[in-house]
Nanobody
Framework: QVQLVESGGGLVQPGDSLRLSCAVS????????LAWFRQAPGKEREFVAA????????YYQDSVKGRFTVSRDKAEKMVYLQMNSLKPEDTAVYYC????????????????WGQGTQVAVSS
């Protein structure tokens, strides 16, 4: 059974940092792409960052490049999203998701999802 469980969200001030975690289990890791998406109130869910589990290649949405870092710990079966220099526009529910067909920026190509964790950036 595939499981993706996010944690680490919270309320922070602009400029602060936060690290999200996603515990993953129940699937073939080597062929998987693990991604972070986010959905702000009234907006479509959007791609944030992704990592190819096997080789560790990473991909980012332009608005988070240089501020966010996605990584994975193979031994602990964890995926992380380190978020620095947070802005109010980063406020959203953040989701961890898995794709098996290679990298995609579309949520439609991700078959497995976590329950989400709320991030709020406000002064």
């Amino acid at each position: 059974q595939v499981q993706l469980v996010e944690s680490g969200g919270g309320l922070v001030q602009p400029g602060d940092s936060l690290r999200l975690s996603c515990a993953v289990s129940g699937f073939a890791f080597s062929s998987s792409v693990l991604a972070w998406f986010r959905q702000a109130p009234g907006k479509e869910r959007e791609f944030v960052a992704a990592i190819r589990w096997g080789v560790g290649l990473t991909y980012y949405q332009d608005s988070v490049k240089g501020r966010f870092t996605v990584s994975r710990d193979k031994a602990e079966k964890m995926v992380y999203l380190q978020m620095n220099s947070l802005k109010p526009e980063d406020t959203a529910v953040y989701y961890c998701a898995r794709a098996t067909g290679g990298l995609s920026y579309s949520q439609r190509d991700y078959r497995d999802w976590g329950q989400g964790t709320q991030v709020a950036v406000s002064s």
